[in-house]
């Protein structure tokens, strides 16, 4: 089924803000707020953000997330040693009654 | 503490079946959506599966293979996995949906070989 687009990596520089994108289609980021997760090598994945721009408790202002039409965003500022992950983006598709996911992003603190 | 704990992965032959359980506590499993998410080796997530109450929906890769299961009196939800194939390999997580996936397990890894 239908997945949704990630760019595979992001690097920037140590403080400095990265931009994470998901695309999808009107099915699904384009009606529906996106959760964002971050995934660390080894460990399960952790929710970051949800229906767009909300945080879990615990989770950082650095990380604030976005959508225009049909594309989802999570923008970290600040970047810092530890935001050095995969990130994955996640909506409900109401076409296929299923959830989908993006393939990842590698965010990259250099 | 509110978590979830999976177990019952393990190797099984191509055309093999098996069960995977996942423990709740710190919440009623029959009050919330719940979920099956499984990724590959170096690869990224899948969604397989979720049910509430008599609800239940598929991925097509799994769809007439895998079943979906709670039992609320043991407060655990289940995975039967049938017919399987090389390409299910993978570590299985369990997760609980409460505004998205909120809580996940540390998984439990599934190898389909021969």
């Known amino acids: 089924q239908a997945g949704l687009t990630q760019p595979p990596s992001v690097s920037e520089a140590l403080g400095q803000t990265a931009t994470l994108t998901c695309t999808g289609n009107n099915n699904n980021t384009g009606n529906q707020g996106a959760a964002w997760l971050l995934q660390y090598q080894g460990h399960p994945p952790k929710l970051l953000s949800y229906r767009n721009n909300n945080r879990p408790s615990g989770i950082s202002e650095r990380f604030s997330a976005s959508r225009s039409g049909k594309t989802a965003s999570l923008t970290i500022t600040g970047l810092q040693p530890e935001d050095e992950a995969d990130y994955y983006c996640s909506v409900w598709d109401s076409s296929l009654n299923a959830w989908v996911f993006g393939g990842g992003t590698k965010v990259t603190v250099l | 503490e509110v978590q979830v704990v999976e177990s019952g992965g393990g190797l099984v032959q191509p055309g093999g079946s098996l069960r995977l359980s996942c423990a709740a506590s710190?919440?009623?499993?029959?009050?919330?959506?719940m979920h099956w998410v499984r990724q590959a080796p170096g690869k990224g997530l899948v969604w397989v599966s979720h049910t509430f109450a008599d609800d239940t929906y598929y991925g097509d890769s799994v769809k007439g293979r895998f079943t979906i299961s709670r039992d609320n009196t043991k407060n655990t939800l289940y995975l039967q996995m049938n017919s399987l194939r090389a390409e299910d390999t993978a570590v299985y997580y369990c997760?609980?949906?409460?505004?998205?996936?909120?809580?996940w397990g540390q998984g439990t890894m599934v190898t389909v070989s021969s």
């Open positions: 997760a609980r949906e409460h505004d998205s996936f909120d809580i």
């Open positions: 710190g919440f009623s499993l029959s009050t919330y959506w």
